[in-house]
């Protein structure tokens, strides 16, 4: 049964702050900590007190608020054991399969690398929910910076599994961008373009395109299609391993 209520908010620009609030143990988890000084304010307007943050990986715009916001809560920093020595105030190391638990809610720790060695992704089942950080984004994936296409593949494959209805809340707010490129892939895709237009016309109310789902993604995302006859076709891989289609999406993106 879900517990959490999950509130998003947007910081940095276009980085997604996350809380994950338990009512009946009020319990709080940040999904990574890009600045001090805007979860705390997101927290103050909820009348909510932090207990633990939750890191995706080691970057800065996903770590550089963890010391001040460790100091004035006192709340414990849980990350990825394959980054520990990168990430600072990190008090629990977690790996594939391990359980984190907020309140009463149990989150499933995912490992995603590819965008960085040791990224994490953190699953809720009874709430229906994973915070996927800069693995996946809407319509989107994050850049090979410590890992190639293979390994990148390889994640997105595992968060493709989920359960199709799972609420996807991603590090970065990039859809609107991801939606133009992926025009250029998959130019035909019907479910893409409703996408397309529905995001452009939240882009000009200021309105978030996420949470997305898993459903949604994988209808939409060409990072996620790699076995779709017409983007192979556009790029001139049919029959190839989808991790070479895939990693052929990746590098025109990465010169789009
Ligand atoms: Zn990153």
Redesign the pocket.
């Known amino acids: 049964m879900a517990r959490l209520e999950i509130c998003q908010f947007p910081m940095r620009g276009d980085n997604y702050g996350v809380l994950l609030h338990d009512a009946e143990t009020e319990a709080t988890a940040a999904i990574d900590a890009p600045d001090a000084e805007e979860l705390l304010a997101a927290l103050g307007e909820k009348g909510w007190t932090l207990t633990d943050i939750l890191i995706t990986?080691h970057?800065y715009?996903?770590t550089a608020g963890i010391e001040a916001v460790k100091r004035m809560t006192g709340c414990t920093v849980t990350g990825p054991a394959r980054e520990a020595g990168l990430i600072p105030g990190l008090d629990v190391e977690v790996k594939e399969g391990d359980t984190v638990e907020i309140g009463g809610a149990k989150g499933r720790v995912i490992e995603t690398p590819g965008?960085?060695r040791g990224?994490i992704s953190y699953f809720f089942p009874d709430d229906g929910a994973a915070f996927v950080?800069?693995t996946m984004f809407s319509v989107g994936c994050?850049?090979l910076?410590e890992g190639d296409a293979p390994t990148m593949w390889s994640s997105l494959s595992k968060l493709a599994q989920l359960p199709p209805e799972t609420k996807v809340y991603c590090?970065h707010e990039y859809t609107n961008a991801n939606c133009r490129f992926a025009l250029t892939i998959e130019s035909g895709n019907a479910a893409l373009q409703a996408r397309a237009a529905e995001v452009e016309a939240n882009t000009q109310k200021g309105a978030p395109s996420l949470p997305t789902t898993i459903a949604q993604e994988l209808a939409t995302n060409p990072f996620l299609r790699a076995s779709s006859p017409a983007i192979q076709k556009q790029l001139g891989l049919e029959g190839r391993p989808l991790d070479e289609v895939f990693g052929e999406v990746r590098r025109r993106k990465d010169v789009f």
């Open positions: 990986h970057h715009d996903h965008h960085t990224h950080g800069d994050g850049k910076l590090g």
